[in-house]
């Protein structure tokens, strides 16, 4: 009876350390967010020192250590030294790059061809929303985690709030309707509508299942919940399954191309219905929850939120895509390098760009234009993970547009490091006059040879998380719950705190590694 006792005491300690946070200041999130990016230079360019001849094994032990590790630290203890940990993470890299310019013989000129193929910044932006998600998971249960990181109860900003918008922005830049630019051929209206909510539905039953039958197992085993996160039976999977079937039937009754406008119109709608109708106080407000509906008033109202940044996330997807698109379109038949000529102090200089340079500056402009936005929103409506309202819709925006900007940019100086630490001199342009096929010719012995630089602009564990990202997630979800079973969280020291967290992440990328490796992909 005393164990029964102790655990319901511990149960209520659990909830009441996990809720009621009113989270931190948006610069705050931003920042413990950059030593991730700041890790994708530093790994790069660690590795390209090290060389291509390392074991596999030992490049992802390396890739573990540099990538995981300090996500994990930054979180924690070392929540109040970001700054620092940027600045000597950048200054390593620079040392790195430095290094690698002394040990090659670099190409004196090249240009760069069109990337027609996978996005690395978007593989990179997916698999670290998916793995700093599943750090914060368990982080949250030990007094290690900083409260301000915590989920907001009402309003405000938090690190841990942009777990679920992230995802949704994540999958919506790779989703169909953001990579296709063939004409479709006309089909009825009502076949079409009901085919694509047969084929969204029977993929969303899994998750459904997987939804409530994660509700059912917290109820069986007594297991902590936030209720003002989602409700009382509603969780992550049952809204991205909503989700997932209303844009469906969206995208089948409106073009793709009009996602932005769609999204919009939707995050407006949702706007005006909260603030005029009540609905922002009922949910907001201590009233019983004496119905299904009224119990997950949360996961309920934020479903159109979603779908509005889904479908905004879709438009931002269709532009990275589309700038690609059609840069290899027009480039197919001929490759035309972009140059421009600039005249600095009488020095003229001559540089080639490519689309991901041109691209980067479009997405800063979006950052730009959704972070005014943000604080348009935050001003008259405020910031609600709770409501999905606009603010928030907004701010998810503007951090994702910020983080895929920066992880481009990091392409971008990738791309150009393997292109000048090309060591063989047999494909260095040394005379200034050389007949045009033989130029291209030796164009594209520059191109493979950097495709064999000991440089690489993706990483193993990343590709592996993508590979079986919803699994990486679940996996982490159930192995949160067996900690939280077998150990006392609010109780653990330290080091201990951290000790877990390293194999709890370790044990979630082997295992998907391994099923990477395998070429086997668990469908969800």
């Known amino acids: 009876m005393s164990n029964i006792w102790n655990r319901d005491i511990y149960r209520q300690e659990q909830e009441a350390f996990i809720s009621n946070h009113g989270g931190t200041t948006a610069r705050e999130v931003v920042y413990v967010i950059m030593p991730n990016i700041c890790t994708i230079l530093l790994t790069t360019t660690t590795l390209g020192l090290l060389g291509r001849f390392i074991h596999r094994n030992v490049r992802v032990i390396i890739e573990f250590i540099l990538l995981v590790i300090p996500s994990i630290l930054c979180c924690t203890i070392l929540s109040e030294y970001i700054v620092t940990v940027c600045c000597a993470m950048m200054l390593i ?34 698999a670290l929303t998916n793995i700093v998600t599943t750090i914060c998971i368990l982080a949250i249960d030990f007094r290690i985690f900083p409260r301000k990181f915590a989920k907001t109860e009402v309003f405000g900003y938090s690190l841990m709030d942009t777990g679920v918008g992230l995802f949704i922005l994540a999958n919506a830049l790779v989703a169909p309707e953001a990579r296709d630019f063939a004409p479709k051929p006309r089909i009825g209206f009502f076949h079409t509508l009901s085919m694509n ?20 197992a917290i109820e069986v085993i007594g297991y902590q919940k936030h209720v003002t996160e989602y409700g009382f039976h509603w969780n992550f999977f049952i809204t991205l399954a909503f989700v997932k079937i209303f844009t469906s039937s969206i995208t089948s009754t409106i073009n793709s ?20 109708k009540g609905l922002k106080e009922w949910v907001l407000s201590d009233s019983p929850r004496d119905d299904f509906i009224s119990a997950n008033r949360e ?31 027009q480039n197919s038949m001929q490759w035309k390098h972009k140059t421009f000529h600039m005249t600095i102090f009488g020095y003229e200089i001559d540089a080639s760009y490519n689309e991901s340079m041109i691209l980067c500056i479009r997405l800063s402009l979006i950052a730009a234009q959704t972070c005014a936005a943000t604080l348009f929103c935050d001003a008259y409506f405020k910031v609600s993970r709770r409501l999905a309202n606009a603010g928030y819709c907004m701010w998810i925006l503007t951090l994702g547009v910020m983080i895929l900007t920066l992880l481009l940019l990091m392409e971008v100086i990738i791309d150009i490091l393997i292109r000048t630490t090309t060591t063989d001199s047999e494909y260095v342009e040394k005379k200034p006059k050389v007949r045009k096929s033989n130029l291209k010719k030796k164009r594209e012995c520059v191109a493979n040879k950097c495709e064999k630089s000991a440089i690489s602009n993706t ?4 590709e592996a998380v993508n590979y079986n990202g919803l699994f990486f997630f679940l996996l982490a979800n159930l192995m949160t719950g067996g900690i939280n079973m077998l150990v006392r969280t609010l109780y653990v020291n330290q ?15 082997t295992s998907v ?12």
């Open 93 to 126: 890299s620079i040392i790195n790059i430095l290094l690698l310019g002394i040990n090659s013989n670099p190409i004196s000129s090249y240009n760069m061809k069109p990337n027609h193929g996978k996005k690395p910044f978007i593989t990179n932006f997916r």
């Open 197 to 216: 909510i047969k084929q969204s539905a029977k993929s969303c039953i899994l998750l459904l299942i997987l939804g409530f039958g994660r509700s059912i």
């Open 513 to 524: 590694l391994f099923f990477y490796r395998k070429q086997v992909q668990i469908k969800l």
């Open 459 to 462: 990483f193993e564990i990343f």
């Open 257 to 276: 191309r009009y996602s932005l406008l769609s999204g919009f119109w939707i995050l407006i709608m949702h706007e005006y219905i909260l603030s005029t």
């Open 299 to 329: 996961g309920v109202v934020s479903v159109p939120g979603y779908v509005g940044l889904y479908l905004v996330g879709v438009a931002v997807g269709r532009l990275i895509h589309s700038t690609y698109y059609n840069s290899f379109a």
């Open 495 to 509: 080091l201990k705190a951290l000790q877990i967290l390293i194999a709890y992440m370790a044990v979630n990328i």
